[in-house]
């Protein structure tokens, strides 16, 4: 899914969640959500990305299985965010089945890494994500108002510079042998 470009920018602040109907032919499956900034080029820069074993859903110690057929509601938080979109890029939420390396790879099989049998033959599982009336899959946005805000103004060098003002070049010229010494220490 990805919206048009951006005409203005799209300030984000806060939680970055997802909502998502799903059904498999699998018992065990993974469903990946990733958002992303597509520059003008082409390129595209991760947000936040999250993902969910299906079997580990419920948050037990043991495993509940899916049933071929039926929709399950799944919550993703994709943690937090402060980022600005800028005018001429889209936005981009990807869903997908896997996001390896990142996440490790689902054989889809069921088997727990506990098992003697893991990881056991990989199954290639048909997914679903749900959209409708019925099972409205959603991503929820912390979009601010940023112009109407006054936003801080931060010079991280000069606050450093204040909270540490025995930390200028002479210092660190004098030190440096020490600093990376220390640095380079085996313990």
């Keep these: 899914f990805q919206t048009p470009l951006l005409e203005d920018e ?34 595209v820069r991760i947000l936040q990305d999250n993902a969910v074993r299906m079997r580990w859903r419920e948050n037990t110690l043991t495993p509940v299985y899916m049933t071929k057929g039926e929709v399950y509601k799944v919550e993703m938080n994709l943690w937090n965010t402060s980022y600005v979109v800028a005018p001429g890029h889209a936005l981009r939420v990807s869903v997908s089945s896997s996001n390896f390396p990142r996440f490790s790879v689902n054989p889809n099989n069921g ?4 098992d003697t049998a893991y990881p056991g033959a990989n199954i290639t599982a048909i997914n679903t994500l749900q959209q409708s009336a019925q099972y409205p899959s959603k ?14 103004e931060v010079h991280v060098l000069k ?29």
Excluded: C, N
């Design 111 to 114: 088997i727990v890494i506990a």
């Design 159 to 187: 606050e450093a510079e204040l909270a540490y003002p025995h930390l200028t070049e002479e210092y660190v010229r004098k030190h440096v042998a020490t600093i990376d010494g220390i640095a380079k220490r085996k313990y």
């Design 139 to 152: 991503v929820t946005l912390p979009v601010i108002a940023h112009k109407s805000l006054q936003m801080p």
């Design 10 to 43: 799209l300030a984000l602040t806060g939680p970055l969640l997802a909502t998502l109907y799903v059904s498999s032919d699998a018992i065990d499956t993974d469903f990946t959500v990733k958002i992303s900034d597509v520059y003008p080029t082409g390129e």
